[in-house]
């Protein structure tokens, strides 16, 4: 059974930076893609990031480039989120999810992605 588990979220303020972290456990991760997802309170869930199985690509949604950074690390199987300059706006719970063993490295639709995580919850205080 494949478990995801999202840690490090918490409560920051405006320009201050949080490291997420999702581990993996069921499933060799170290042949799929990452990605990391977020949903604001009663939004639908949106796309944030993700990271190709190498670790050597990584994608971003515009609203984080520069400011968020994706990595993994296989042997733990763990992926990170490290979120700088935070802003009210990427207040949401966040999601990670594991990508198919084929197709393409990342898509935006959430209906992409195999399996998810209970996520955990980011509060950016103006």
């Known amino acids: 059974q494949v478990q995801l588990k999202e840690s490090g979220g918490g409560l920051v303020q405006t320009g201050g930076s949080l490291r997420l972290s999702c581990a993996v456990s069921?499933?060799?991760?170290?042949?799929?893609?990452m990605g990391w997802f977020r949903q604001p309170l009663g939004k639908e869930r949106q796309f944030v990031g993700a990271i190709d199985w190498t670790g050597e690509r990584t994608y971003y949604t515009d609203s984080v480039k520069g400011r968020f950074t994706i990595s993994r690390e296989n042997i733990k199987n763990t992926v990170y989120l490290q979120m700088d300059s935070l802003r009210p706006e990427d207040t949401a719970l966040y999601y990670c999810?594991?990508?198919?063993?084929?197709?393409?490295?990342?898509?935006?639709?959430?209906?992409?992605?195999?399996?998810w995580g209970q996520g955990t919850q980011v509060t950016v205080s103006s």
């Open positions: 999810a594991t990508a198919p063993n084929t197709g393409p490295p990342y898509c935006k639709s959430a209906g992409y992605w195999d399996d």
């Open positions: 069921g499933r060799s991760f170290s042949v799929y893609s």
